[in-house]
């Protein structure tokens, strides 16, 4: 039986670029990343086996790069060499291949993240420091001795 290609998405981040390979119920998985290409193998329940071999758009990390196996699919994650630097693609060469396609459901802009992780940041910083600032014990002296023992308390147990 001849190999074919397992329909990958991919989607960028700031730190990483993410490839999911699906295939789903996959057995004998090899994944081997090198700073400029990701080779990936497996075989599906039925023996078909699957081959994508990816010369990667820019230079990676492969030291810092993982694969992670479900029973849906092989997820890497794949350390881009330049953080915060985007992928208009994945690949070197500007022809997509048929299996190979974005995933816009995990795709988003990420450009101005920066600024709006700093104003979280900030807005966080103001709330503990807010709650942090204590005012001074309430005075001790106003308590009524009698109100205090007339005070009961009702206890219920459940069986």
């Known amino acids: 039986m001849a190999r074919q290609h397992a329909r990958t998405l991919w989607y960028d981040r700031p730190k990483y670029v993410f490839m999911e390979f699906c295939v789903e119920d996959s057995t004998d998985v090899h994944v081997l990343i090198e700073d400029h290409r990701i080779v990936f193998s497996c075989k599906n329940p039925d023996g078909v086996e699957f081959y994508n071999e990816i010369e990667f758009y820019a230079k990676v990390n492969c ?26 693609r994945l690949t ?55 109100k205090a023992s007339s005070l009961t308390l009702h206890f219920s147990f459940c069986p």
């Open 63 to 88: 030291k810092d790069s993982r694969d992670k196996r479900s029973g849906r699919s092989i997820t890497c994650f794949v350390r881009k060499w330049k953080e915060k630097v985007a992928w208009p």
């Open 92 to 146: 070197k060469e500007d022809i997509k291949p048929v299996w190979l396609s974005v995933d816009f459901d995990n795709w988003r802009d990420w450009e101005g993240d920066e600024e709006v992780e700093l104003a979280q940041v900030e807005h966080y910083a103001e709330l503990l420091k807010k709650v942090s600032t204590k005012g001074p014990p309430p005075a001790m002296d106003d308590l009524d001795v009698s």
